[in-house]
């Protein structure tokens, strides 16, 4: 049976911003594209904080429903139209509450950790020895966390692919190439990864709004940014 639908999604191409484009792309529902770059600042616009008061992509409108904040984004849009469960577990059964735990434990921990880490690593104005290395400590112990997981099950939260994967996916995909670091270190995470980067829907997301860097571009842009914040003074008086 096809529910109608009548989104409009608003996204960037970042860890956060490919989540909501991807599970689009997965449940195959029809969308119009917002591309609201966040270099331009338009996320802080009146007509867009009517959309997410919280001004940061990613966000979608369902006809008169919005829905703001990636993992919202996951279960709103799997609730409604993911009742065969392709990639969700329903409501109410043990799966789900693991993929809710997984979901909550990305929005909470691995987003913030590894954007901190990024931040401080690559993008800050200052240099902070002790930043970078809190954050990407953080960051390496939450991909630790993954490892430990992806050991005793396949995917998050059970056998199969779900929003659960989609939340942790980007962050770790794009995370590790930011940061430098080898994957190899975590080897279920890595073929993991290298599972979820050959879904069709993924590729799709990752190159929405815009056709990504290559991966050694990408890479090569984040080394360059952070060989500019190691240049700076240590500013970080611990
Ligand atoms: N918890 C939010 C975080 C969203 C977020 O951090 N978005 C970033 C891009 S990845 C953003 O919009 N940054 C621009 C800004 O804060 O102005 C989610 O998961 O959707």
Known sequence: MTVASDITL???NTP???KAPIILEELGLPYKL???SIQSGRQ???WFLKINPNGQIPAITDGKQRVFDSGAILLYLTQKYDKEGKVSYAPGTPEYYEQLSWISW???GLGPKTGQALAFAAFAPVRSDYAIEKFLNEAKGLFGVLEYRLKESPYLAGDKYTIADIASFPWVFQ???ALDLDLAEWPHVKSWVDKIIQRPAVQKGLSTPTPPFT???FKEFC???RAVVLAKENTDKH
């Open 223 to 225: 080394r360059a940014q």
């Open 16 to 18: 956060n911003g490919a």
């Open 175 to 177: 995370g590790a190439d």
């Open 215 to 217: 991966a050694e571009q």
């Open 44 to 46: 802080k616009e009146d």
């Open 106 to 108: 990305q929005i909470g």
């Open 10 to 12: 608003y996204t960037d």
């Open 34 to 36: 917002e591309h609201l």
